[in-house]
């Protein structure tokens, strides 16, 4: 039923999705998603997408998956210590279930990823070095209850005296290696292979660093290929925010200024903007000045800037400094004149004074001391930053910024293109150069915001930049802008806004202008596995809302569906949609387990065993009767020496260890309620605290587990529950019609499962069980 995959050519839901990712495999463009390792994506790419490979190829591997599933539920079962008809059971549960069905048909990773959690348990449970490959992020759910079940055995091994040093040194060497270091190398190797498959630029590129950018073919690459390495006075530079959060952005300015009130009647400082600009553009070069000198060329030899350095930056375009404002004493007066003239007059409100002298605070009275700080437009606890005008009212810049690389090696590191991070701190005020990442209002043509923040309030990762592109400039500012007027920074020759025409071409020509100094500047594997590994934990993807969205509460109840394809001509469909039967006993099961465990719990601390309990649970072996070293071949432990071969036992001794009545039922039962009730809480519990868009496929692997707790929970009734035999036999009658019942189910919606034949409108709406199936019915 499951190694049959769709062999529709069209593509399916998230099929699109997936079937990208392998292209860009086929074609070795570098791509980034969010929802896994590369290992799912990689085994998809084994079907070589193109246009000569039918896509129903690619879907062969998903359903080879979803079959191999099955007879691993039956091991698992039969690991756990229950009975062969109780696997079976477990087998047939996950045959007859109809999302599991739907999921293997298709080319998505769900599948894989049930695949590799179940061979994960039934590794650990058969004590093997099976590797636990995790195909998507919430797989490691399932690595870390095996982990943790290891981690008590381990610990219950370290206290048997039975053992001697050296052997339990050895069991936890061989557990480490097996459950941390092995899985730790496949891990490496797949974003080794995978990097390495990957080395083009691609559509993902702008959310890595600079660094990681310019390590590919093409793009970035090919922008900066032969930049000078290190940023020298009077380099041109643009500064690309590290965190590219909410979206990667470069420092900009332009010749539009903040405006005199802000919507919230605060005031501004009237000076030029300063934004980040998430596109390239010739308004994101800025060159680097040494405020003790007026020459902006690079000089012979270049003068390198480094760690602690003052520097001014110089807009491009429009030859004003960086700055960042505090209005002081009588300079506050004066500013506050300015703002007033701008809003004073014939038409003027008579609120707006007012609004003017409760924003700056020093507009009555005597000139006096102050420290007011300029607020940002849209975050008012920091600094407003912006590109400095002289409005001839004797207010001086504050221009001046300390140079602080964040990963350097030495206090005496040289400012590297790409490769240094860097944090601009404010020489007068102590503010750092921060991305606040809010959008501007429609004056700020919804850029984004920049700002000083306090260095008091720690560091971010919104407050490093690094050199992106970079260039030696040849050319003194004066020279390109000449004729402009010079303003009354002492600190530079000529800062007067640019004008336009033909100066104004020139400079920018000369910002596009290539580089000459070629250097190499690949990352290594760790550097670049260690970014991608950052980005994939924590980009953002596309949370709105979807049509099949749906809630971790939603899936409990089934009162969600997804529609998957619709025959262009006819009324075939395929949806995924539990079996009502199956997914409502399986909740039910979880719940009853809980509560017989809290029950036997309670009976315990007051001395009464339901469960017996032998002596071969002292050592948690992982199994559930104390016959089970003998059933492999191996007589328990001894004080006198080490384990010894013995014969096999006989059918009854074995046959003994699968029943109810074995002295260690207690640590089944434990160890069948930390492998399946476990299993489901860690792949169910944690989509409460995702940020993400959900579909009910998310919950398909705590469905599994939850799918074999039912015929160890029915088992567990069977043998403990039911007193006599008239009850089991009623029992066992009630097992056979509620599975028929499922089985029922199963080929009601059979239809809708395999999408294979069309139903009449009648019939699709008979199978609308709940509102809230998205059944699709044709009017025509």
């Known amino acids: 039923m499951r190694a049959s995959p769709v062999a529709h050519e069209a593509a399916h839901f998230d099929e699109v999705y997936y079937g990208q990712y392998i292209s860009f495999y086929m074609k070795r463009i570098f791509f980034l998603d969010g929802s896994g390792p590369p290992f799912g994506h990689m085994l998809l790419a084994l079907g070589e997408y193109s246009s000569n490979v039918p896509v129903w190829s690619l879907r062969l591997l998903p359903a080879l998956a979803g079959a191999l599933a099955v007879p691993l539920a039956y091991q698992i079962v039969w690991e756990l210590r229950f009975s062969h008809c109780a696997a079976t059971g477990a087998a047939l549960l996950l045959l007859i279930e109809n999302s599991l069905v739907t999921q293997s048909r298709l080319m998505l990773l769900e599948s894989a990823l049930i695949f590799f959690d179940l061979l994960a348990v039934l590794s650990f449970l058969k004590f093997s070095s099976c590797q636990r490959a995790s195909i998507k992020y919430v797989g490691i759910f399932t690595y870390l209850l095996v982990l943790g079940a290891a981690a008590v055995q381990a610990w219950h091994l370290v206290g048997d005296r039975t053992l001697s040093n050296v052997r339990v040194l050895c069991h936890l060497l061989a557990r480490a290696g097996a459950l941390l270091a092995v899985p730790a190398a496949v891990y490496l190797l797949f974003f080794y292979v995978h990097l390495r498959l990957l080395c083009r630029s691609g559509p993902h590129d702008q959310i890595m660093s600079s660094?990681?950018?310019?390590?590919?073919?093409?793009?970035?690459?090919?922008?900066?290929?032969?930049?000078?390495?290190?940023?020298?006075?009077?380099?041109?530079?643009?500064?690309?925010?590290?965190?590219?959060?909410?979206?990667?952005?470069?420092?900009?300015?332009?010749?539009?200024?903040?405006?005199?009130?802000?919507?919230?009647?605060?005031?501004?400082?009237?000076?030029?903007?300063?934004?980040?600009?998430?596109?390239?553009?010739?308004?994101?070069?800025?060159?680097?000045?040494?405020?003790?000198?007026?020459?902006?060329?690079?000089?012979?030899?270049?003068?390198?800037?480094?760690?602690?350095?003052?520097?001014?930056?110089?807009?491009?375009?429009?030859?004003?400094?960086?700055?960042?404002?505090?209005?002081c004493g009588p300079q506050a007066l004066a500013h506050c004149s300015r703002a007033r003239a701008g809003l004073s007059g014939p038409g003027a409100l008579p609120w707006q004074d007012a609004c003017?002298?409760?924003?700056?605070?020093?507009?009555?009275?005597?000139?006096?001391?102050?420290?007011?700080?300029?607020?940002?437009?849209?975050?008012?606890?920091?600094?407003?930053?912006?590109?400095?005008?002289?409005?001839?009212?004797?207010?001086?810049?504050?221009s001046l910024w300390r140079l602080d690389i964040v990963n350097r090696q030495s206090d005496a590191e040289v400012w590297k293109t790409i490769l240094s991070e860097v944090r601009l701190v404010h020489v007068n005020t102590s503010a750092v150069l921060k991305l606040s990442g809010a959008h501007l209002p429609d004056w700020g043509f919804r850029q984004l915001e920049v700002v000083g923040e306090k260095l008091a309030r720690g560091h971010h990762e919104s407050m490093v930049w690094n050199v992106e592109e970079h260039r030696y400039g040849q050319k003194p500012v004066a020279a390109a802008l000449r004729g402009q007027s010079c303003c009354r920074v002492p600190e530079l020759t000529c800062?007067?806004?640019?004008?336009?025409?033909?100066?104004?071409?020139?400079?920018?020509?000369?910002?596009?202008?290539?580089?000459?100094?070629?250097?190499?500047?690949?990352?290594?594997?760790?550097?670049?596995?260690?970014?991608?590994?950052?980005?994939?934990?924590?980009?953002?993807?596309?949370?709105?809302?979807?049509?099949?969205?749906?809630?971790?509460?939603?899936?409990?109840?089934?009162?969600?569906?997804?529609?998957?394809?619709?025959?262009?001509?006819?009324?075939?469909?395929?949806?995924?949609?539990?079996?009502?039967?199956?997914?409502?006993?399986?909740?039910?099961?979880?719940?009853?387990?809980?509560?017989?465990?809290?029950?036997?719990?309670?009976?315990?601390?007051?001395?009464?065993?339901?469960?017996?309990?032998?002596?071969?649970?002292?050592?948690?072996?992982?199994?559930?009767?104390?016959?089970?070293?003998?059933?492999?071949?191996?007589?328990?432990?001894?004080?006198?020496?080490?384990?010894?071969?013995?014969?096999?036992?006989?059918?009854?001794?074995?046959?003994?260890?699968?029943?109810?009545?074995?002295?260690?039922?207690?640590?089944?039962?434990?160890?069948?309620?930390?492998?399946?009730?476990?299993?489901?809480?860690?792949?169910?519990?944690?989509?409460?605290?995702?940020?993400?868009?959900?579909?009910?496929?998310?919950?398909?692997?705590?469905?599994?587990?939850?799918?074999?707790?039912?015929?160890?929970?029915?088992?567990?009734?069977?043998?403990?529950?039911?007193?006599?035999?008239?009850?089991?036999?009623?029992?066992?009658?009630?097992?056979?019609?509620?599975?028929?019942?499922?089985?029922?189910?199963?080929?009601?919606?059979?239809?809708?499962?395999?999408?294979?034949?069309?139903?009449?409108?009648?019939?699709?709406?008979?199978?609308?069980?709940?509102?809230?199936?998205?059944?699709?019915?044709?009017?025509?």
């Open 211 to 327: 660094a990681f950018q310019a390590s590919l073919e093409g793009g970035l690459a090919r922008i900066t290929q032969g930049q000078p390495l290190e940023v020298a006075y009077g380099s041109q530079v643009t500064l690309r925010s590290a965190s590219g959060k909410p979206v990667p952005c470069w420092l900009h300015s332009h010749q539009s200024t903040y405006p005199v009130i802000y919507e919230s009647g605060r005031g501004s400082s009237h000076q030029q903007q300063v934004t980040c600009y998430p596109f390239k553009d010739v308004n994101n070069w800025w060159m680097v000045k040494d405020p003790g000198r007026h020459q902006l060329a690079v000089s012979s030899p270049p003068r390198p800037v480094r760690h602690g350095d003052i520097v001014q930056l110089v807009h491009g375009m429009t030859a004003r400094v960086l700055n960042t404002t505090r209005v």
């Open 356 to 398: 003017v002298r409760a924003a700056l605070g020093v507009c009555t009275g005597p000139p006096r001391p102050c420290r007011h700080d300029v607020a940002a437009p849209l975050t008012p606890h920091s600094q407003e930053v912006s590109c400095y005008i002289d409005y001839n009212v004797s207010m001086p810049a504050q």
């Open 495 to 780: 800062c007067g806004p640019a004008r336009p025409g033909r100066e104004q071409k020139e400079r920018e020509l000369e910002l596009h202008a290539p580089t000459r100094t070629d250097l190499s500047r690949n990352l290594s594997f760790m550097a670049r596995f260690s970014e991608l590994q950052w980005r994939m934990l924590t980009v953002r993807g596309d949370d709105s809302e979807h049509k099949y969205s749906s809630t971790p509460l939603d899936w409990l109840t089934l009162d969600t569906s997804i529609a998957y394809w619709l025959h262009p001509r006819t009324s075939a469909q395929i949806h995924l949609l539990g079996n009502i039967v199956v997914w409502a006993s399986a909740g039910l099961a979880t719940l009853a387990y809980a509560l017989l465990f809290l029950w036997y719990l309670l009976r315990r601390r007051r001395g009464v065993h339901d469960l017996p309990e032998g002596a071969g649970a002292q050592r948690l072996s992982g199994l559930a009767c104390p016959q089970a070293t003998a059933c492999r071949g191996l007589e328990p432990h001894r004080e006198d020496g080490p384990v010894k071969p013995v014969p096999p036992p006989g059918p009854a001794t074995c046959a003994g260890a699968d029943t109810g009545l074995s002295p260690d039922a207690w640590l089944r039962w434990v160890l069948a309620g930390t492998v399946c009730a476990g299993g489901w809480a860690v792949n169910y519990l944690p989509f409460f605290m995702m940020e993400k868009t959900l579909f009910l496929y998310h919950y398909l692997p705590a469905l599994t587990f939850q799918i074999l707790l039912l015929p160890v929970l029915l088992q567990h009734v069977s043998e403990h529950l039911c007193r006599s035999q008239l009850q089991r036999s009623l029992f066992h009658g009630l097992v056979v019609a509620w599975f028929a019942a499922a089985c029922h189910v199963f080929l009601t919606l059979r239809p809708l499962t395999y999408g294979d034949r069309p139903l009449p409108p009648g019939e699709l709406q008979a199978l609308r069980w709940r509102e809230s199936w998205d059944i699709l019915i044709r009017k025509h």
